[in-house]
């Protein structure tokens, strides 16, 4: 149906033949895109995909730099060394103007099993998220929510601290607010699921291991935060707001790709 009019269409209508308003892509085929690489990579969890990627890949170099180093039991537990190299947080740094390290932080991981729970985590929020809330969404929001669960955590402890965690929460969050804002039985599900993620975490927090509940929460406002300003997506694409969180998005995506930049010269310049 057309979202102007609602008059009856086709679904390859770019423009309403009734009252001519301008359409975008279905909401399945913007939050279901065509699998890529011929099917390797399903489009649903393209951006899943990628975020899994990065994270596997940086451990695995965070590992080799650790073993070139003398350093024994890299393939299960990383030195601080390594991780303040490869751009952990670290709240002396960030206070000297090192902030690329509130988004490098949210790739790196200690340990093995740090690396596989968060990445089980992340294979399931991610792709919910990104079904219901779009790619350019979870890209705010993913990024958006690891600068906020970092700077919480630079303000509760100068300690190291990485991992991928902050934005997790931070997807437990927005999609907390995503189905608060959804006033049906169906949103008031999707809240409850999500609001006993959160409660889970943050007991399995209190646990006497080394984890960062500082991040935890601070991701979590920052994820609730921008899905509430944010809403679900339009149906009409041309909408100023659905291209306002396109652009944003790119402009995540720049940034995070700048702080990357800036802990490559940083490494440089530690020398060997």
């Known amino acids: 149906m057309c979202p102007n009019c609602r008059a009856f269409i086709t679904v390859d209508d770019r423009v309403c033949p009734y009252c001519e308003a301008k359409l975008g892509q279905r909401a399945i085929d913007r939050r279901m895109p065509s699998d890529v690489l011929g099917g390797l990579i399903p489009g649903a969890r393209f951006t899943t995909v990628i975020i899994l990627t990065a994270n596997l890949g940086l451990y695995v170099a965070m590992m080799l730099y650790s073993m070139q180093g003398g350093k024994g039991g890299a ?10 190299a490869f751009g952990a947080k670290f709240g002396r740094q960030l206070a000297a103007g090192q902030w690329w390290r509130m988004i490098t932080a949210g790739f790196l991981h200690g340990g ?18 990104e079904e219901a809330l779009g790619t350019p969404r979870l890209i705010v929001i993913y990024v958006v929510s690891t600068v906020t669960g970092f700077v919480g955590s630079m303000y509760w402890s100068a300690s190291l601290s990485v991992g991928s965690s902050a934005a997790i929460f931070g997807l437990i969050g927005a999609m907390i607010a995503y189905g608060k804002q959804y006033r049906t039985s169906y949103g008031e599900a999707v809240r409850a699921y999500y609001a006993r993620w959160a409660i889970y975490g943050l007991l399995f927090g209190l646990l006497p291991l080394p984890i960062d509940n500082a991040a935890h929460l601070g991701g979590l406002a920052g994820g609730f935060a921008v899905s509430w300003i944010a809403g679900p997506p339009r149906l009409v694409e041309e909408l100023w707001k659905e291209r306002f969180w396109r652009y944003a998005s790119w402009v995540c995506l720049a940034v995070t790709l700048v702080a990357f930049g800036e802990m490559f010269f940083s490494f440089l310049s530690m020398g060997p």
């Open 75 to 84: 393939l299960m537990d990383l030195d601080g060394q390594t991780l303040y």
């Open 112 to 129: 093995l099993m740090h690396l596989l729970m968060n990445s089980w985590a992340l294979f399931d929020l991610c792709t919910h998220a």
